[in-house]
C-alpha cells in the first residue's frame, strides 16, 4: 500500500447473511442445475429471512385431488423442474460500478447479464407460476388453493400441519412481491442491529417492475413499456433496473421450484403422472 492510501475491505449484507445460515434441508432441484451453488446461494437467503419448513416433509393427503386438479399439480411440479434448469437461474447476471478519482468523469458501468433471449424464454415460463390469469392453471396461487381445498377436506391428524405449512410459503411469497428477497435480507440484518442501512428499500415493488418488464418489454410491448423508458439513456439506471427485475424473479423463482417439493409430497399420485404410470 502506498502511503496516503488507506485499504476498506467491505462485505455485502448477502454476505453477511449467507455466511452465517445453514440450510437445514438441501436447496430443492439443485441437484437438476448446472450451478447448484447458486441455488444454495438463494436459499441460504430465504432461509435467514422465512425459515421455510421442508418442503419435502409436507404430509401427504388421504385423499387425491380430483383429475382436473392433479393434472394441474403435475404439470406445475414439471415446469418447477424446467425452472430449476434455466440458463438465467444459473448463469451470471450482475453489475459492476467504477467510481473515477477525477470528479470531471463520469462512473462507468459494466454489466454481464443473460441474453435477451435467455431472459424472454425464461420469464414466458416464469410467467405460468406467477400468474394471476385464470388461464394459467397450474399457477402458483391456482396450485396453492388446490392443496388449501384438498386439506380443508381432509379428516386426518395432519389437517393443522398443513395449514401452517401453506401459509409460510404463501406468506414468504406475498412478503416477494413487495420488496426482492436481498432488501428483505437487509432489512432483518438492520432489525437485528447488524447492518445500517438497506439498498433498494422502498423503490419499484417486484410486482409492478415484473409486470413493467413482462407487459413492456420481454412478452409484450404494451402500455407498461413507458416505466422502462424512463430510465433509458443513463447506464447506471438501466442497469440497476434490469438488475433488480433479476433479483426479484430470482427470489420468487426459487419460492416456486421449493414449493413443487411441497405439491410432490402432498399427492404422491402426481409421481405415477409424471413417470407415465397408470
Known sequence: ???????????????IATSTTSLRFPAPLAHLAPNPEGFEFWWKMLEFVFGLPSPAAFPALPRAPRRADLD???????????????????????????????SNERERVETTFSSNEITRGFTTLF????????????????????????????????????RLQLDAWKRARASLLQENLKVRV????????????????????????????????????????????????????EAY????????????????????????????ETERSLTGES
Open 241 to 268: 433496473q434490469r438488475m433488480s427485475f433479476l433479483d426479484a424473479v430470482a427470489g420468487l423463482a426459487h419460492v416456486y421450484i421449493g414449493f413443487s417439493l411441497l405439491v410432490r409430497s402432498a399427492t404422491p
Open 72 to 102: 394441474a399439480l403435475t404439470r406445475y411440479i414439471h415446469a418447477a423442474e424446467e425452472l430449476a434448469q434455466s440458463e438465467l437461474l444459473n448463469g451470471r447476471n450482475e453489475m459492476t460500478v467504477h467510481v473515477p478519482d477525477d
Open 127 to 162: 410467467r405460468q407460476f406467477h400468474s394471476k390469469d385464470t388461464s394459467d392453471p397450474a399457477r402458483f396461487t391456482r396450485v396453492h388453493e388446490i392443496l388449501r381445498q384438498a386439506n380443508d377436506a381432509a379428516d386426518d391428524t395432519h389437517v393443522a400441519e398443513r
Open 186 to 237: 437487509g432489512q432483518k440484518l438492520r432489525d437485528e442491529g447488524r447492518f445500517p442501512a438497506v439498498p433498494g428499500e422502498g423503490q419499484m415493488s417486484p410486482t409492478t417492475l415484473i409486470s413493467a418488464y413482462q407487459y413492456g418489454d420481454l412478452i409484450h410491448w404494451g402500455e407498461q413499456r413507458s416505466t422502462l423508458a424512463a430510465v433509458r439513456g443513463d447506464p447506471f439506471q
Open 1 to 15: 500500500m502506498n502511503p496516503g492510501q488507506i485499504k476498506v475491505e467491505g462485505r455485502s449484507f448477502e454476505w
